[in-house]
Protein backbone atom coordinates (compact mmCIF):
# COMPACT_ATOMS: atom_id res chain seq x y z
CA UNK A 1 0.00 0.00 0.00
CA UNK A 2 1.37 3.29 -0.77
CA UNK A 3 2.09 5.99 1.96
CA UNK A 4 -0.22 8.47 0.80
CA UNK A 5 -3.11 5.22 1.18
CA UNK A 6 -1.56 4.38 4.63
CA UNK A 7 -2.49 7.97 5.66
CA UNK A 8 -5.86 8.17 4.49
CA UNK A 9 -7.12 5.16 5.93
CA UNK A 10 -5.42 6.10 9.25
CA UNK A 11 -7.48 9.09 9.59
CA UNK A 12 -10.57 7.46 8.72
CA UNK A 13 -9.71 5.04 11.18
CA UNK A 14 -9.21 7.67 14.12
CA UNK A 15 -12.31 10.27 13.15
CA UNK A 16 -14.46 7.06 13.42
CA UNK A 17 -13.38 6.08 16.71
CA UNK A 18 -13.68 10.16 17.83
CA UNK A 19 -17.06 10.10 16.89
CA UNK A 20 -19.00 8.52 19.52
CA UNK A 21 -17.66 10.92 21.94
CA UNK A 22 -19.72 14.12 20.22
CA UNK A 23 -23.33 14.86 19.69
CA UNK A 24 -24.80 17.73 17.89
CA UNK A 25 -26.80 20.34 19.20
CA UNK A 26 -30.18 21.55 18.03
CA UNK A 27 -27.34 24.06 15.67
CA UNK A 28 -25.46 21.43 14.71
CA UNK A 29 -22.58 22.19 16.89
CA UNK A 30 -20.24 19.43 18.30
CA UNK A 31 -20.61 19.55 22.22
CA UNK A 32 -19.80 16.62 24.51
CA UNK A 33 -21.66 13.79 25.10
CA UNK A 34 -23.33 12.71 28.32
CA UNK A 35 -20.59 11.70 30.58
CA UNK A 36 -20.61 9.65 34.06
CA UNK A 37 -20.62 11.46 36.78
CA UNK A 38 -20.62 9.08 39.69
CA UNK A 39 -21.03 5.30 38.84
CA UNK A 40 -23.96 4.58 36.79
CA UNK A 41 -25.04 7.83 36.74
CA UNK A 42 -24.99 9.91 33.87
CA UNK A 43 -25.42 13.74 33.30
CA UNK A 44 -25.81 15.80 30.14
CA UNK A 45 -26.56 19.32 28.93
CA UNK A 46 -29.51 19.82 27.23
CA UNK A 47 -29.75 22.91 24.94
CA UNK A 48 -32.66 25.03 23.25
CA UNK A 49 -31.04 27.82 20.61
CA UNK A 50 -33.26 30.26 18.93
CA UNK A 51 -32.28 32.93 16.40
CA UNK A 52 -35.69 34.06 15.32
CA UNK A 53 -36.46 37.73 15.91
CA UNK A 54 -36.90 39.68 17.55
CA UNK A 55 -34.75 37.24 20.21
CA UNK A 56 -31.92 35.35 20.77
CA UNK A 57 -32.18 32.56 23.02
CA UNK A 58 -29.63 29.80 24.15
CA UNK A 59 -30.62 28.24 27.10
CA UNK A 60 -28.16 25.05 28.77
CA UNK A 61 -30.05 22.90 31.57
CA UNK A 62 -28.96 19.99 32.97
CA UNK A 63 -30.32 16.41 32.96
CA UNK A 64 -29.75 13.15 35.04
CA UNK A 65 -30.45 9.63 33.97
CA UNK A 66 -33.40 8.23 35.55
CA UNK A 67 -34.16 11.10 38.10
CA UNK A 68 -37.34 12.44 36.88
CA UNK A 69 -37.94 15.11 39.84
CA UNK A 70 -34.98 16.61 39.05
CA UNK A 71 -34.99 16.68 35.42
CA UNK A 72 -38.77 17.99 35.51
CA UNK A 73 -37.63 20.91 38.13
CA UNK A 74 -34.53 21.28 35.59
CA UNK A 75 -36.55 21.63 32.49
CA UNK A 76 -39.23 24.13 34.67
CA UNK A 77 -36.74 26.68 35.64
CA UNK A 78 -35.58 27.01 32.22
CA UNK A 79 -39.07 27.38 30.95
CA UNK A 80 -40.21 29.71 32.95
CA UNK A 81 -37.38 32.12 32.18
CA UNK A 82 -38.50 31.73 28.72
CA UNK A 83 -41.95 32.25 29.44
CA UNK A 84 -41.05 35.39 30.82
CA UNK A 85 -38.84 36.83 28.40
CA UNK A 86 -40.87 36.29 25.28
CA UNK A 87 -43.05 38.15 26.52
CA UNK A 88 -41.18 41.02 27.79
CA UNK A 89 -39.44 40.74 24.27
CA UNK A 90 -42.85 40.68 22.36
CA UNK A 91 -43.99 43.76 24.69
CA UNK A 92 -40.37 46.10 23.83
CA UNK A 93 -40.80 45.02 20.11
CA UNK A 94 -44.43 46.61 20.30
CA UNK A 95 -43.44 49.48 21.82
CA UNK A 96 -40.50 49.79 19.13
CA UNK A 97 -42.90 49.50 16.47
CA UNK A 98 -45.44 51.88 17.96
CA UNK A 99 -42.98 54.57 18.33
CA UNK A 100 -40.97 54.11 14.73
CA UNK A 101 -43.80 52.42 12.94
CA UNK A 102 -41.45 52.99 9.38
CA UNK A 103 -38.53 51.22 10.71
CA UNK A 104 -38.04 47.02 10.75
CA UNK A 105 -35.79 47.26 13.93
CA UNK A 106 -33.06 44.24 14.53
CA UNK A 107 -32.95 41.69 17.34
CA UNK A 108 -33.41 43.89 20.51
CA UNK A 109 -33.61 40.86 23.33
CA UNK A 110 -31.64 38.40 24.41
CA UNK A 111 -31.58 35.38 26.86
CA UNK A 112 -28.74 33.26 27.87
CA UNK A 113 -28.73 30.14 30.28
CA UNK A 114 -26.21 28.11 31.67
CA UNK A 115 -25.31 26.51 34.49
CA UNK A 116 -22.63 24.93 37.35
CA UNK A 117 -22.35 22.32 39.22
CA UNK A 118 -21.72 20.93 42.74
CA UNK A 119 -22.55 17.31 43.73
CA UNK A 120 -23.76 15.31 41.50
CA UNK A 121 -24.43 12.12 43.12
CA UNK A 122 -27.13 8.94 43.56
CA UNK A 123 -28.98 10.61 46.28
CA UNK A 124 -28.20 14.32 45.73
CA UNK A 125 -27.73 16.89 43.17
CA UNK A 126 -26.47 20.44 43.50
CA UNK A 127 -26.46 23.32 40.33
CA UNK A 128 -26.79 26.77 39.80
CA UNK A 129 -28.78 28.55 36.55
CA UNK A 130 -26.66 31.87 35.12
CA UNK A 131 -29.35 33.59 33.75
CA UNK A 132 -28.73 37.01 31.59
CA UNK A 133 -31.59 38.53 30.21
CA UNK A 134 -31.42 41.37 27.75
CA UNK A 135 -35.23 42.74 26.95
CA UNK A 136 -33.95 46.64 25.96
CA UNK A 137 -32.77 49.11 28.04
CA UNK A 138 -29.58 50.71 29.04
CA UNK A 139 -28.03 46.89 29.67
CA UNK A 140 -28.98 43.54 30.66
CA UNK A 141 -29.47 41.83 33.80
CA UNK A 142 -27.97 39.00 35.08
CA UNK A 143 -30.05 36.46 37.89
CA UNK A 144 -28.70 33.12 39.75
CA UNK A 145 -31.53 30.36 40.73
CA UNK A 146 -30.26 27.39 42.53
CA UNK A 147 -30.95 23.82 42.43
CA UNK A 148 -30.65 21.95 44.74
CA UNK A 149 -32.25 18.34 45.46
CA UNK A 150 -32.75 15.31 47.75
CA UNK A 151 -32.93 12.49 44.71
CA UNK A 152 -33.69 10.00 46.95
CA UNK A 153 -37.36 11.98 48.06
CA UNK A 154 -37.71 14.47 45.12
CA UNK A 155 -37.75 16.86 47.51
CA UNK A 156 -35.82 20.55 47.05
CA UNK A 157 -32.71 21.34 49.69
CA UNK A 158 -32.62 24.92 51.42
CA UNK A 159 -29.07 25.34 53.22
CA UNK A 160 -30.46 24.44 56.80
CA UNK A 161 -31.40 20.98 55.36
CA UNK A 162 -27.16 20.59 55.31
CA UNK A 163 -27.07 21.66 58.79
CA UNK A 164 -30.04 19.69 60.44
CA UNK A 165 -27.96 19.05 63.83
CA UNK A 166 -26.29 22.91 63.71
CA UNK A 167 -29.02 25.13 65.22
CA UNK A 168 -26.49 28.57 64.78
CA UNK A 169 -25.64 27.43 61.42
CA UNK A 170 -27.33 30.34 59.79
CA UNK A 171 -25.07 33.44 62.48
CA UNK A 172 -22.06 31.09 61.91
CA UNK A 173 -22.15 31.17 57.49
CA UNK A 174 -23.39 34.92 57.73
CA UNK A 175 -20.41 36.04 59.93
CA UNK A 176 -17.78 33.82 57.53
CA UNK A 177 -19.59 35.44 54.06
CA UNK A 178 -20.34 39.31 55.89
CA UNK A 179 -15.71 38.85 56.14
CA UNK A 180 -15.13 37.60 52.97
CA UNK A 181 -17.51 39.48 51.14
CA UNK A 182 -15.60 42.63 52.53
CA UNK A 183 -12.97 41.69 51.72
CA UNK A 184 -13.82 40.98 48.07
CA UNK A 185 -15.36 44.75 47.94
CA UNK A 186 -12.20 46.46 49.11
CA UNK A 187 -10.32 44.63 46.80
CA UNK A 188 -12.78 45.22 43.69
CA UNK A 189 -12.94 48.94 44.38
CA UNK A 190 -9.38 49.09 45.69
CA UNK A 191 -10.50 50.83 48.81
CA UNK A 192 -8.25 49.40 51.49
CA UNK A 193 -9.34 51.11 54.43
CA UNK A 194 -12.95 50.56 53.47
CA UNK A 195 -13.74 54.23 53.64
CA UNK A 196 -16.63 53.56 50.87
CA UNK A 197 -17.73 50.36 51.45
CA UNK A 198 -21.32 50.67 52.38
CA UNK A 199 -21.23 48.21 56.10
CA UNK A 200 -25.43 48.37 56.42
CA UNK A 201 -25.77 46.85 52.53
CA UNK A 202 -23.59 44.21 52.77
CA UNK A 203 -25.20 43.26 56.74
CA UNK A 204 -28.23 43.33 55.18
CA UNK A 205 -27.73 41.08 51.82
CA UNK A 206 -25.65 38.92 53.81
CA UNK A 207 -27.37 38.37 57.33
CA UNK A 208 -28.48 35.94 59.26
CA UNK A 209 -31.85 35.14 56.87
CA UNK A 210 -31.81 31.94 54.90
CA UNK A 211 -33.47 34.08 52.29
CA UNK A 212 -30.10 36.09 51.74
CA UNK A 213 -28.58 32.63 50.99
CA UNK A 214 -30.74 31.08 48.82
CA UNK A 215 -28.40 30.63 45.91
CA UNK A 216 -25.48 28.24 46.66
CA UNK A 217 -23.84 24.88 45.84
CA UNK A 218 -22.47 22.67 47.46
CA UNK A 219 -19.94 19.32 47.49
CA UNK A 220 -18.37 16.84 49.58
CA UNK A 221 -15.71 19.67 50.34
CA UNK A 222 -17.36 23.10 50.10
CA UNK A 223 -19.97 25.31 50.41
CA UNK A 224 -20.18 28.20 47.78
CA UNK A 225 -22.65 30.87 48.45
CA UNK A 226 -23.90 33.09 45.58
CA UNK A 227 -24.77 37.08 46.09
CA UNK A 228 -26.25 38.50 43.40
CA UNK A 229 -26.02 41.85 41.66
CA UNK A 230 -27.13 44.74 43.85
CA UNK A 231 -27.59 42.12 47.06
CA UNK A 232 -24.71 43.60 49.33
CA UNK A 233 -22.93 46.22 47.22
CA UNK A 234 -23.96 48.24 44.24
CA UNK A 235 -24.29 47.30 40.73
CA UNK A 236 -21.04 47.62 39.25
CA UNK A 237 -19.11 45.66 41.51
CA UNK A 238 -21.21 42.49 39.93
CA UNK A 239 -21.92 39.25 41.57
CA UNK A 240 -20.30 37.94 44.48
CA UNK A 241 -19.89 34.16 45.78
CA UNK A 242 -17.79 33.03 48.95
CA UNK A 243 -16.39 29.46 49.38
CA UNK A 244 -16.12 28.18 52.91
CA UNK A 245 -14.98 24.45 53.84
CA UNK A 246 -18.04 22.49 54.77
CA UNK A 247 -16.74 21.17 58.01
CA UNK A 248 -15.89 25.30 58.83
CA UNK A 249 -18.84 26.68 57.35
CA UNK A 250 -20.72 26.17 60.48
CA UNK A 251 -18.24 26.74 63.02
CA UNK A 252 -17.88 30.25 64.63
CA UNK A 253 -15.02 32.55 63.71
CA UNK A 254 -11.82 32.69 65.82
CA UNK A 255 -10.84 35.56 67.81
Not at 75 to 85: C, G, I, P, R, Y
Not at 137 to 156: C, F, P, Q, R, V
Not at 165 to 170: A, E, F, H, T, V
Not at 237 to 246: A, S
Request: glycine fraction near 6%; aromatic fraction near 8%.
Amino acid sequence: MKPSNLIIVFALVVSLALLPLYGCSHEGDLKPAAQNVSGSFVLRSERIVSHERPADIDATYPVIEGKEAFNNKSKAVVDDELSTFRAECLDTEKAKKQASPEQNPETSCELLISYRTGMISEKQASIVFNIYRFTGGAHGMTILKSLNMDLSTGSEMKLGDLFPSNPIYLANVSERSILDLTRQIKERTEDVNGTHIDNDWIRQGAGANETNFKNFIFDRKDLTIFFEQYQVAPGYIGQLEVTMPMPRAVQPLEG
